[in-house]
């Protein structure tokens, strides 16, 4: 099973701030990666999917690079409604591993 | 709107069974695969199950093969997970989810989830 590593485990930053999230994977994954946002009490929601494409909705804010094993997200400037816990995925093969998590306060 | 309503949660002793359904509305259903997705308490997202349009392709987590089983019905747009043999472990809330594709394979929507306790 291909391993995925987040790092931080958790980040406390103040608004307008500029965050990074890294998530390693244990091999090459080309670009079979996305990132998940969940907020407390809801259910996960997709943010970048294929490393850099922003899904539909999400705000400009958050951008997704990397490829092979290191990708990152950035939130361009943290607002108060981004505190959630942050995931990234890998789809490169079965099964589809998630990172441990990224909490993600102010 | 795309809408994924679990249900069938609920507490099972170790060894038990349970059944989840998850109900999709706003979509042609039987043109996306799908999965169960889960979320142990205190732990991150685990992926637990795919299965493809007709059927016939199904993927499992190495965990719950063998104990669990994933199938749908296309005729009442519904996704299920029969949950047999169920350990403490397999404690979690469990969301329905659909699989899509766009140069890469992603979970574009998801329920609100479904919570399952296995506890004696």
């Known amino acids: 099973d291909i391993q995925m590593t987040q790092s931080p485990s958790s980040l406390s930053g103040s608004i307008g701030d500029r965050v990074t999230i890294t998530c390693r994977a244990s091999q090459s994954i080309g670009t079979h990666l996305n990132w998940y946002q969940q907020k407390p009490g809801s259910a996960p929601k997709l943010l970048i999917y294929?490393?850099?494409s922003l899904q539909t909705g999400v705000p400009s804010r958050f951008s997704g690079s990397g490829s092979g094993t290191d990708f990152t997200v950035t939130i361009s400037s943290l607002q108060p409604e981004d505190v959630a816990t942050y995931y990234c995925q890998q789809t490169s093969s079965t099964p589809e591993t998630f990172g441990q998590g990224t909490k993600v306060e102010i | 709107e795309v809408q994924l309503v679990e249900s069938g949660g609920g507490l099972a002793q170790p060894g038990g069974s349970l059944r989840l359904s998850c109900a999709a509305s706003?979509?042609?259903?039987?043109?996306?695969?799908m999965s169960w997705v889960r979320r142990a308490p205190g732990k991150g997202l685990e992926w637990v199950a795919n299965i493809e349009q007709g059927g016939s392709k199904i993927y499992y987590v190495d965990s719950v093969k063998g104990r669990f089983t994933i199938s749908r019905d296309n005729a009442k747009n519904s996704l299920y997970l029969q949950m047999n043999s169920l350990r403490v472990e397999d404690s979690a809330l469990y969301y329905c989810a659909r699989w899509e594709r766009s140069g890469s394979w992603f979970f574009d929507y998801w329920g609100q989830g479904t919570l399952v306790t296995v506890s004696s």
């Open positions: 706003g979509f042609t259903f039987s043109n996306y695969w």
């Open positions: 294929a490393a850099s």
